[in-house]
């Protein structure tokens, strides 16, 4: 089957340093991949929705400048979380779809500690 | 009204039972149906997907979908020690557009 491969699965990091995050599709085109936050027993919390080539498309409340994402081929999209601090402390998941394939595929998580 | 309304539970059953899940939605315009499975600290695992209304039997599990309703289901048979886990049902439009989930029900499944 599609897989995902998400990594790292763990980072800590000093406040105000940078942190990326690389999904990758390994056996799929992914032509749309999208970046959840979860927080410890609650539901995924959609971020942004970035089409390969295309600049992603963030939800409400979710800062741009802050969550860059970038998804420059088919098989690659990285999130990078600039000047993190302590409340961006969390459970960050990307998810990829293949075209009109609609069987999406997560990676496996990163928990991001902001110290 | 949230778009997708799912009971969080917890749900704890003794191994071998018959486990029933399920979602109601709003929005009409849903044709994509998922289930999803998701351990501790990991990332959610597609169990079944399903087009439109109807049923999809895979091993143990079974999942139903009646549009009419807007509810879907999901069932697993003799249930395991190690089915024990979070389950989120999705579901999307056509056109690649993000899921919406459940708030995802808390399954316990007791040897």
Redesign the interface.
């Known amino acids: 089957?599609a897989v995902?491969s998400?990594h790292p699965s763990r980072v800590i990091c000093k406040s105000g340093t940078s942190v990326k995050i690389e999904c990758r599709s390994l056996d799929f085109q992914a032509?749309?991949m999208?970046w959840y936050r979860q927080f410890p027993k609650?539901?995924?919390m959609?971020m942004a929705?970035s089409n390969e080539g295309s600049k992603a498309t963030y939800e409400q409340g979710v800062e741009k400048d802050k969550f860059l994402i970038n998804h420059a081929s088919l098989t690659l999209s990285t999130l990078t979380v600039t000047s993190a601090h302590p409340e961006d402390s969390s459970?960050y998941?990307c998810?990829a779809?293949e075209?009109?394939n609609?069987?999406?595929?997560?990676?496996?998580?990163t928990?991001l500690t902001v110290v | 009204q949230k778009e997708v309304e799912q009971d969080p539970g917890p749900l704890s059953v003794p191994e071998g039972a018959i486990v029933s899940l399920n979602c109601t939605y709003s929005n009409s315009a849903f044709q994509y149906f998922m289930w999803y499975r998701q351990y501790s600290r990991k990332g959610p695992e597609l169990l079944m997907y399903t087009y439109s209304s109807g049923n999809k039997e895979d091993g143990r599990f079974t999942a139903q979908v009646d549009k009419s309703s807007k509810y879907i289901s999901l069932f697993i048979r003799d249930s395991q020690p190690s089915d024990s886990a979070t389950y989120l049902c999705a579901m999307t439009r056509p056109g690649n557009t993000p899921l919406v989930f459940g708030k995802g029900t808390r399954l316990s499944v007791i040897a």
């Open positions: 089957g995902v998400q032509t749309t999208f609650k539901s995924l959609l929705t459970f998941i998810s779809s075209y009109l609609y069987g999406y595929t997560f990676g496996s998580g928990r």
